[in-house]
């Protein structure tokens, strides 16, 4: 079955755009299981760019127990005073991999969320699974994960030479969990990146960030006929809006 989540807000705006999807689906796992404490897990915080604010999003509703698990002690740290400015008491994050969580956590989240980290791994079948052991029986999984777009495969194209595999989007993640036996429903948020200045001046310094936040890549340092390639791909892919280029941009959250 799949959800549609009528979204749709300009790129300055994609944290909120997520933590709005999020928080919307946790507080409805929140009512459905009647749930007077929502004990939270995220995989790969980072540096807390969208927990921080999702949870104190939800501590307007419901008190939170939050667990982040991530291994770079740097973006933690950050997490951590992004946490302690948003006057968030009741955290944990922890450097670690996810899958290394002992068993005194098994059966105890109500919900784990794994915000676009799929890309980084060859194999994302551990941290399903290991997910899967970590919730509670009426526990759910909450994945955001890039949408199999045009201009999101590009980020593959891009990726594929540095770490010699595909990263995980949201079909081969839906396979996955097709494959494991667990059921999910899917929904759509559907952004719109302001490309006007790019499209203006695309060797503009704000163009060649864009690229980079596009194609998680140094795009300055990429072959020239590959750019090339990547720019036409960006282009046809452009919607005339009045004064402005927009580029369509679609990400999944997978629930299971």
């Known amino acids: 079955m799949d959800v549609h989540l009528n979204f749709r807000r300009h790129i300055t ?122 919730l509670a029986p009426e526990g759910k999984l909450m994945t955001m994960v890039s949408s199999n777009t045009p201009q999101n495969e590009l980020f593959k194209d891009t990726t594929r030479p540095e770490r010699g595999f595909d990263p995980v989007m949201s079909a081969e993640y839906r396979q996955l969990l097709s494959e494991l036996g667990q059921e999910y429903t899917v929904g759509t948020l559907k952004a719109e990146i302001d490309l006007t200045a790019y499209q203006e001046n695309p060797e503009s310094e704000g163009s060649y960030r864009f690229l980079d936040f596009f194609l998680h890549a140094d795009s300055r340092s990429l072959p020239e006929d590959r750019l090339r390639r990547y720019r036409r791909v960006i282009e046809n892919q452009m919607i005339r809006d009045g004064a402005r280029a927009i580029l369509p941009h679609h990400v999944d959250l997978v629930i299971s």
Do not use: W
């Open 13 to 134: 705006d994609q944290g909120h755009l997520m933590e709005r999807a999020l928080v919307e689906m946790i507080l409805l796992e929140v009512r459905c299981c009647d749930l007077k404490r929502l004990r939270l897990a995220s995989i790969g915080p980072g540096t807390g760019i969208l927990d921080a604010p999702l949870v104190a999003l939800l501590q307007e509703h419901v008190e939170v127990e939050y667990l982040g698990v991530d291994p770079n002690k740097f973006e933690l740290d950050m997490a951590r005073r992004r946490f302690s400015a948003a006057g968030i008491e009741n955290y944990e994050l922890r450097e670690g991999i996810f899958e290394d969580l002992g068993p005194e956590y098994a059966g105890t989240f109500d919900v784990i969320i794994a915000v676009h980290v799929t890309y980084y791994s060859s194999d994302v079948r551990p941290m399903i699974s290991k997910a899967m052991e970590m």
